[in-house]
């Protein structure tokens, strides 16, 4: 086992401000204190902008802004751009549209080891009680876990038994230490060492879709293996449409780029983080 000093909270958002100022209220009742928090802007227009500078202006949290221009879905450069900004030697990588627990910057730092990558939950809210809380201002992420259990079994949400703390060996959280499957940057920890070694998210990947399970490929390649964090405060995903038809990657190259690298044996980004670093 091996603590983070301080961890880097990576949020990935585009032109939701009202679903980005739920998040960032989540984050005030954080159990631990110790991180800071960077969005990683996928090129918002100027509500975003403002609405970020606000909750700085208020907040104890520290806050730092990276954005791009609006050039289509590029959330892997985003979120690289981000991270060339953090402080800290953990990263924990969100997005803008999921609810933090009081228990989630608390709970990775426990399950964090060196050579393990995290892969955590989410839990969709439906879209009725997603609208319902939207428009009430609802601080439904404050609530205790069985009042979310309950949500889960009335059918407001999936996935109600990720609110109990179910017991879970190191053994069992372990048991898909080489899958890359189903792991998704939504909740993804990771040592920033580890998101180095790698090269970072591959900013090839334009378009929505395999640039988390790239990136998840490369770590497990280079040693850097899979812990689970079931029942181990998920994050509470709005409801929204599922794609932005206009940000779409019209050719579908991902699936071809994600093919070609599980063909290789490749663990280096073709495009990442030290690109940007070097330009």
Known sequence: MHSAKKISLIITTYNWPQALDFVLRSLEDQIDKNFEVIIADDGSGPDTKQLIENFSNTSEITVKHFWHRDNGFRVAAARNGAVALAEGDYLIFIDGDCCLMPSFIASHRKLAEKNWFIAGRRVYLKQGFTSKALKKGSNFFRWPSWVLFIMG??????????????????????????????VQTCNLGVWRDDFYQVDGFDESYVGHGLEDSDFTVRLIRSGIQRIDANH???VLHLYHSRSIPERADKESLNPKRFQALLESDRHIAVQGISTRQSS
């Open 232 to 234: 181990c405060s998920p």
């Open 153 to 182: 079994l009335t059918g407001q949400c999936n996935r109600p038994f990720q609110f109990l703390p179910l017991p879970q060996s190191s053994s069992t959280r372990k048991k898909k230490a080489k899958s890359w499957d189903k």
